[in-house]
């Protein structure tokens, strides 16, 4: 499938969610006053939707790669402070006489958003990997004459696909024939 908008790209979207979700999270009194964890936390997450954006809106893919390379290291970044902030507050319920609910409830909170940065990052780098084996360098280079002669090689290639399949079932039946010839009482 083929985008033309970075909004519809399911891991765009999946990040805007990852950001919604990291901005409710901060918002929770425990976390609050670990300010500078929560800026940086912020930062990051906002990172990995805004840097799909920046590298869709670019040029070529070497251009997009950089940037997806970039959102999937603030998808890391994410997880790694949420991981911090999980321990911290571990901790901080673990000194209290009676477990507290909203430290319970965040920590499940933390858990999801955890998830979600790692779906992330599983989507990045599939997309990555599909970028990489692709030979089209980019929107800016594909114009009619390069479009037609990469969809001309493509259908070419299936076609030869389709002959060795073709040739390759004629042996398998030609195999069996001669098999089945040699297993007749004489």
Known sequence: MTYKRFEDLPVWQAAMRLAEDVHSLIRHRPLRALRALCDQLQRAALSVSN????????????????FLYIARGSAGEV???????????????????????????????????????????????????????SDIEGHRRLNDRTRNTYDAKRRADAFLRHLQQIRDDAQDAKTLDAESREEEPR
């Open 51 to 66: 840097n799909i954006a920046e590298g869709f809106e670019r040029g070529t893919t070497a251009e997009l790669l950089s």
């Open 79 to 133: 997880r790694s402070m949420l991981i911090f902030a999980d321990r911290l507050l571990a901790k901080q319920d673990g000194a209290e006489s009676q477990p507290s609910l909203e430290i319970s409830d965040l920590k499940s909170q933390i858990s999801e958003t955890k998830g979600l940065a790692e779906s992330c990052s599983r989507q990045l780098r599939a997309w990555v990997g599909h970028l990489q084996d």
